[in-house]
């Protein structure tokens, strides 16, 4: 058994100012996005550093934004509901992958509108550049001591000695190596050749969408929501079903269209 080791969540403290280690997470998921943007846009031509720099940008914006709204719609209605003005307390905490998407997109369909770009070529080119930062965002987690997983008695169990002191998946490292590690490597290899328009989108809608749910099962659902479908099922399960049928619906279209088009 293992035990948290109760780091505190500020990383640096320059006299007033406080940077935290989850904001130390984003940074490094942006930058990492900023080389290999520049790396796949040597590869595959027709992007420029400073558009690659442009597209982190609009995305960026997009995770911050849609992040926060997600948080508080999908997991703290209530709480936005009698205080409003929480949505824009962020420095309390709660940002919400799905919620982040949906920023995302909005933000990147405007970038490619103004670029006069296909939405989805935009989309297949972000892809794989994003899973680093979905990792690094969960050691975040882990560091915070935050979102840990399930009680269980595997040799491997960590007690959350801020939490309850129970033994626990340290679910957060489940989902750092799922959403972060193995999904970047199976988009960043995939993603290699030439690929029809939407697929690469569409296998990291799919990918995350399995990894979540599957990983989802060994972390301790939200305490004000609980499970949300059938008794076993958590919000960030219930979020992750649309998503892997978009990745489906994605991905048999553009193989589709690819053969319609070569007939």
């Keep these: 058994m293992l035990t948290h080791p109760g780091w505190d969540p500020v990383a640096l403290r320059l006299g007033p100012l406080q940077i935290h280690w989850y904001a130390l997470m984003y940074l490094g998921g942006f930058t990492a996005f900023y080389l290999l943007g520049k790396r796949r846009a040597r590869r595959l031509g027709g992007w420029t550093a400073e558009q690659v720099m442009d597209v982190l940008y609009y995305g960026a914006i997009g995770v911050i934004v849609g992040g926060r709204v997600g948080y508080m719609l999908f997991y703290n209605w209530p709480e936005l509901l009698a205080r409003p003005w929480s949505l824009f307390m962020v420095w309390q905490g709660g940002m919400?992958?799905?919620?982040?998407?949906?920023?995302?997109?909005?933000?990147?369909?405007?970038?490619?509108?103004?670029?006069?770009?296909?939405?989805?070529?935009?989309?297949?080119?972000?892809?794989?550049?994003?899973?680093?930062?979905?990792?690094?965002?969960?050691?975040?987690?882990?560091?915070?001591?935050?979102?840990?997983?399930?009680?269980?008695?595997?040799?491997?169990?960590?007690?959350?000695?801020?939490?309850?002191?129970?033994?626990?998946?340290?679910?957060?490292?489940?989902?750092?190596?799922?959403?972060?590690?193995?999904?970047?490597?199976?988009?960043?290899?995939?993603s290699r050749k030439?690929?029809?328009?939407?697929?690469?989108?569409?296998?990291?809608?799919?990918?995350?969408?399995?990894?979540?749910?599957?990983?989802?099962?060994?972390?301790?659902?939200?305490?004000?929501?609980?499970?949300?479908?059938?008794?076993?099922?958590?919000m960030g399960q219930l979020l992750s079903l649309p998503l892997m049928l978009v990745g489906v619906v994605l991905m048999v279209r553009a193989y589709r269209y690819e053969g319609r088009a070569t007939a």
């Design 194 to 234: 030439p690929r029809p328009t939407g697929a690469v989108a569409g296998l990291f809608a799919l990918g995350y969408g399995v990894a979540r749910f599957c990983t989802e099962f060994f972390r301790q659902p939200d305490p004000q929501l609980g499970f949300v479908a059938l008794g076993w099922m958590s």
């Design 96 to 190: 919400s992958f799905h919620g982040g998407l949906l920023g995302v997109l909005l933000a990147l369909w405007w970038f490619a509108r103004k670029q006069q770009r296909s939405f989805w070529a935009v989309m297949d080119f972000v892809a794989p550049l994003v899973p680093i930062g979905l990792g690094l965002g969960r050691l975040g987690n882990f560091i915070n001591g935050e979102l840990p997983g399930r009680v269980t008695d595997v040799p491997w169990a960590m007690v959350y000695p801020a939490y309850d002191g129970l033994p626990r998946h340290p679910s957060q490292l489940y989902q750092a190596f799922a959403e972060g590690v193995l999904l970047f490597a199976l988009l960043w290899f995939y």
